[in-house]
Nanobody, 117 residues
Framework: QVQLVESGGGLVQPGGSLRLSCAAS????????VDWYCQAPGKQRDWVAR???????NYADSVKGRFTISRDNAKNTVFLQMESLKPEDTAVYLC???????????WGQGTQVTVSS
């Protein structure tokens, strides 16, 4: 069983930066793929980025070059560094963990990111 808690969201001006955290308890994340998703009001949940146990990463085209996903196994935490934020990045950001070879997924509650002047 894994519990995920996101933090780091807030209100930021266009062009600003935020660092989101996804902290896990109950199990280490070393053997999990961890994904970040975003969901704006009235819209579907969109995939943003993934980090694998090898620390290989993938990004949605909309955030490539602006967002960086990373992990700190000692802290059992995955981060999403967000740069050059745009108003269209406004959404609730959620992290998901899924152990490689398993179908079970674990989700956090999300953290709100608002990009506005």
């Amino acid at each position: 069983q894994v519990q995920l808690v996101e933090s780091g969201g807030g209100l930021v001006q266009p062009g600003g930066s935020l660092r989101l955290s996804c902290a896990a308890s109950g199990s280490g994340l070393q053997t999990y793929n961890v994904d970040w998703y975003c969901q704006a009001p009235g819209k579907q949940r969109d995939w943003v980025a993934r980090i694998m146990p090898s620390s290989s990463t993938n990004y949605a085209d909309s955030v490539k070059g602006r967002f960086t996903i990373s992990r700190d196994n000692a802290k059992n935490t995955v981060f999403l560094q967000m740069e050059s934020l745009k108003p269209e990045d406004t959404a609730v950001y959620l992290c998901k963990a899924k152990r490689v070879g398993s179908n079970r997924e674990y989700w956090g509650q999300g953290t709100q990111v608002t990009v506005s002047s």
